[in-house]
């Protein structure tokens, strides 16, 4: 059986390592899950008077998360805490609560930045934040000290034991997603 993954980036820059590590993980996920990058920078900000008549974009986007079996979360680590635009489409997606995009929904979190920590602080308050809107997330960590020659352009981990521990994160989110699907 095959598991959609809606892949959420929580940077939006064109040239991101994050947008980077995302392909990689793709790559090194078992064949049991596909990948859908599911855009969030074009979503208006939170705002609850828009609630009545939804932008298409806000309903493009819990669509497309909606029909999905998972969550990829990877997120870049702004002033020890997740990006706006991340925090955002989080809001956007748990409303109106009978709604709530996140609920349930088997989720795994990781993220790089070029620090020692990588995204360490960011990942705790995302972890916080889905578990208050109901995502089941993965327990374990993987943040990742990004360095220029980490991932190549076509997406390889060209580092043996990052490689290693990569590919079995994502072996450990897949056999998740089977158990929380069965």
């Not at 349930?104 to 020692?116: E, F, N, R």
Request: glycine share 8%; net charge neutral; charged share 15%.
């Amino acid at each position: 059986m095959t598991f959609k993954i809606a892949m959420i980036i929580g940077s939006s820059r064109n040239e991101s390592i994050n947008q980077l590590l995302g392909l990689a993980l793709t790559k090194l996920a078992p064949s049991s899950l596909t990948f859908e990058n599911i855009a969030i920078a074009d979503l208006p900000m939170y705002h609850g008077d828009l609630e009545g008549e939804r932008p298409a974009a806000i309903n493009r986007f819990t669509a497309e998360v909606a029909a999905c079996q998972g969550l990829l979360m990877i997120t870049p680590e702004y002033n020890r805490s997740i990006p706006a635009v991340l925090k955002n489409a989080i809001d956007w997606g748990s409303k109106p609560q009978p709604n709530n995009v996140w609920k349930d929904k088997p989720t795994c979190i990781t993220g790089t930045s070029p620090g020692a920590t990588g995204t360490a602080v960011a990942q705790q308050h995302l972890r916080q934040i889905l578990g208050i809107v109901g995502a089941t997330v993965m327990g374990g960590e993987s943040y990742i000290t990004f360095k220029p020659d980490l991932i190549d352009a076509q997406g390889n981990v060209t580092n043996e034991s990052t490689h290693e521990f990569l590919s079995n994160y994502m072996k450990r989110f897949a056999t998740l997603v089977e158990k929380l699907s069965a």
